[in-house]
């Protein structure tokens, strides 16, 4: 096993296209250094590009056909279900594969796991916490030092920051901020304080910037320097570790919303939950948001949220400007943002084709929100691919598929209510650094989202599992310690064109 440190910096949502320029005109020079000193190249995302299954493929090596976290929402037994790691992650995870090796961890704001796993060091959890939820450590021994230190650790933004920037923008990229440095903080302390061979903190703050702050240029610079300080930081100090950067998806501006269930609606294939609760709570004005605040408020939220039905809580509107969707009524749904479109009628099956085709062409007043469209079995493979939507479309530049039912097929989304001016894009980034790094080299061909976790075993001299999709690139490392690369086996020649197509169609994802 190799004794060298390795660093594994998560930036959620990081793209190139925010990156580069803020580096040519001078503003992070560490970025700079790395990108100079070390490789890069774009890290494809998953299908859906989105935040569970991109990091469960990164933290697995796997496509999420196999390792079963396919979106936030998935299909089980013809009910859709709310995703949980715990429940649904199929594979084990690269913190339970180091602890087997007893490879000394430190996992910092984690974002696809919960409750945290019992590993060798110490796991904080993230995105994937409960809110009010303090089972966020393990082992739970660590929190009032984490607590200390971070001045109050937050697992994610506080519910209903979506108001505080809207009310000010300034506070809110505060609040946004103040997330950032309790995650650089408590890093730093657990980092120096606790022995560690792998040291992994996953920043998620610049997803939820990007996504409101996208073309405020003051903002985005602000918080990327805060990181890029960090990152000096950490190079000054671990002048022998090897560090890796990478992200789940990229992100593109927001400027139009093609409200794909509300198209769907008008063709007879979703369905309104227009039930008796909506009604009361429409009629007195009762959003999600508002009810969730209150129950927090209350203290009830977390018994309540675990004894709710999932249809109990679909019939709860989520603004003042949407309707809710009935799930096993329709026939046709698209349950989550960018996500994928799920047929529930059998007969529909047959005809996927067929609309697959259809939504490919659609176009409204000459804009065609659409750029391409894949069947699943184009994009993933597994024995859980079944969870997964049928149909995946990747929008446009500039453009989201949104899951809202609204009183339009394609605008702004301010007209909605919606605040936001950035959306995930298939092209996050992946940047590697350090002693055993070749030096100014941009690879020529995308790394994928499940390449990370075995090159990960491989830097730490740990033989990587045969059912993982990712291969270890050999042109990221400096002559005289190149990898020795393990082969994909196919069973036979049809398997072997199958996953050369499949590969072709991901690589595709690079220009979009």
């Known amino acids: 096993m190799s004794k060298r440190k390795l660093i594994l910096i998560g930036i959620d949502g990081c793209t190139f296209k925010i990156l580069k320029p803020l580096i040519n005109d001078g503003y992070l020079p560490t970025f700079s250094e790395i990108l100079k000193e070390g490789c890069h190249t774009t890290l494809i995302s998953t299908l859906p590009f989105n935040t569970l299954p991109a990091w469960t493929s990164i933290f697995t090596g796997v496509n999420p056909g196999k390792h079963g976290i396919t979106d936030f929402i998935i299909r089980e037994d013809g009910q859709y279900e709310v995703v949980n790691s715990r429940r649904h992650r199929m594979v084990d995870s690269l913190w339970t594969i180091l602890s087997r090796h007893n490879v000394e961890q430190i996992v910092i704001n984690e974002p696809v796991t919960f409750p ?6 110490i796991m904080l959890t993230g995105f994937s916490t409960p809110p009010q939820n303090r089972n966020f450590a393990y082992p739970a021994s660590i929190i009032d030092e984490v607590e200390k230190v971070s001045h109050g650790y937050w697992p994610d933004l506080p519910f209903g920051f979506e108001k505080v920037i809207a009310e000010n923008k300034n506070k809110g990229f505060q609040l946004i901020s103040e997330f950032a440095e309790k995650i650089i903080k408590t890093t730093k302390y657990l980092s120096k304080s606790y022995d560690w061979q792998l040291l992994a903190s996953i920043i998620t703050s610049t997803d939820r910037l990007q996504h409101f ?47 794909i269930n509300t198209w769907l609606r008008d063709q007879n294939l979703v369905a309104e939950n227009r039930n008796l609760l ?25 018994f309540l949220a675990k004894i709710t039905p999932l249809s109990v809580k679909r019939s709860i509107p989520m603004d003042d400007y949407t309707s809710p969707i009935h799930f096993t009524d329709s026939k046709v749904l698209y349950p989550s943002i960018n996500g994928g479109l799920f047929i529930n009628n059998p007969n529909l099956n047959k005809n996927a084709l067929k609309l697959l085709e259809a939504l490919s062409t659609l176009t409204f007043n000459g804009e065609k929100p659409i750029e391409r469209a894949y069947l699943r079995k184009e994009v993933l493979w597994g024995p859980y691919t079944y969870r997964a939507a049928d149909i995946y479309l990747i929008p446009k530049y500039g453009y989201e598929i949104s899951p809202r039912l609204t009183s339009s097929y394609l605008s702004a989304p301010s007209k909605f ?96």
């Open 116 to 121: 945290p796993e019992k590993i060798k060091g």
């Open 417 to 512: 209510g919606d605040i936001r001016s950035g959306t995930h894009r298939p092209a996050g980034v992946f940047i590697a650094y350090g002693p055993d790094i070749c030096r100014g080299v941009k690879l020529k061909e995308p790394l994928f989202t499940w390449d990370i976790a075995p090159l990960i075993l491989h830097m730490l001299g740990l033989p990587i599992p045969n059912y993982m999709d990712g291969c270890v690139r050999k042109e990221i490392f400096k002559k005289g310690s190149k990898p020795a690369v393990r082969p994909i086996k196919y069973e036979n020649v049809t398997e072997h064109k199958r996953i050369k197509t499949r590969l072709k169609t991901l690589r595709e994802r690079r220009s979009i």
């Open 278 to 302: 909506n009604a009361i709570l429409s009629k007195f004005r009762i959003t999600y948001s508002k009810l969730v605040s209150t129950l927090m408020k209350l203290k009830l939220y977390n």
């Open 213 to 259: 702050y996208f073309n405020d240029f003051k903002h985005i610079s602000s918080h990327y320097q805060l990181l890029d300080n960090f990152l000096n930081e950490i190079i000054s100090k671990e002048t022998e570790a090897n560090i890796l950067i990478v992200s789940d998806h990229g992100f593109g501006p927001l400027e139009k919303c093609f409200y």
